[in-house]
């Protein structure tokens, strides 16, 4: 029983400088992510790139950025590799990328391989279209190895402080796992602020899904309005074993959850 909230992260590994520096760090997981735009200063039709929307152009591509990840981890010890978190920001990005992403989802390649995208609207009507949730859970399917990471668009920080997911925004998502017949690991990205107000309803999210070894990712801008303690509580009842933790420092601290040597049960 693994305390997940342990695992670290380095975010918006967009560039050559980035990835060699995150390489080199004690981060375990990159989270990166990719749009259709160009290399700098290559032409032709564009290409899975490493950039965040509004940006098309990058120093680094998708492929490029998966063989470096490959190559250091093949040169590294086992407690020292990196996962990698890929953040589709649309759907035309995630079919471009199958033939990049699949000789690294091969069983042999041991390394963490998370998909990740927001397939349906959540809290407080935001303006981000979500990823085609259809289109994205099939082609996830041709990866059977890597973790489906599938959450909600949010509109929440600065003025707004209050919010909560809905009973029908969980509903929706268990019906895709359903009808879509899931069967491989999947974890739920949930927005910390929302989910301090959410518990119920998260508790039965990852009740009805604990047969795909569900879990959930709370993650945090630093802008967010967060109830610590609702949160805490959320987290020490989901248990350690089925949280990651991706949140400011500042917030973490805040939680004050038990060290990474305790048992992941409570």
């Known amino acids: ?111 963490p391989l998370w998909l990740n995208a927001d397939i349906l609207p959540g809290p407080i009507e935001a303006t981000t279209k979500p990823v085609d949730p259809i289109k994205f859970i099939k082609l996830c399917g041709n990866h059977p190895r890597a973790v489906m ?41 949930v927005r910390a602020g929302l989910a301090s107000n959410s518990q119920p309803v998260i508790l039965d999210l990852l009740r009805e899904t604990s047969f795909l070894n569900s879990s959930m990712t709370v993650w945090s801008s630093e802008s967010d309005h967060v109830e610590v303690d609702r949160l805490r509580a959320l987290i020490l009842t989901v248990g350690l074993e089925r949280t990651y933790l991706d949140v400011p420092h500042e917030l973490a601290a805040k939680l004050r959850l038990p060290p990474p040597d305790a048992k992941a049960k409570h």
């Open 1 to 111: 029983m693994k305390n997940l909230t342990t695992v670290t992260w380095a975010h918006a590994v967009n560039n050559k400088t980035y990835l060699e520096a995150a390489l080199a760090s004690d981060v375990s997981m990159l989270e990166a992510d990719i749009v259709l735009g160009h290399v700098t200063g290559q032409d032709g039709p564009p290409i899975p790139i490493m950039a965040h929307p509004p940006a098309t152009t990058s120093d680094l591509s998708l492929t490029d950025f998966l063989i470096t990840v490959h190559k250091y981890n093949k040169a590294s010890k086992a407690d020292k590799q990196k996962g990698v978190k890929l953040d589709f920001k649309s759907i035309e990005a995630f079919e471009k990328s199958q033939d990049q992403i699949a000789p690294f989802s091969k069983p042999e390649v041991t390394f």
């Open 149 to 189: 990471s599938v959450g909600w668009t949010t509109e929440y920080g600065g003025n707004v402080t209050e919010g909560e997911y809905s009973r029908d925004q969980i509903g929706s998502m268990l019906r895709l796992m359903t009808e879509n017949r899931i069967n491989q690991t999947v974890t739920f990205p």
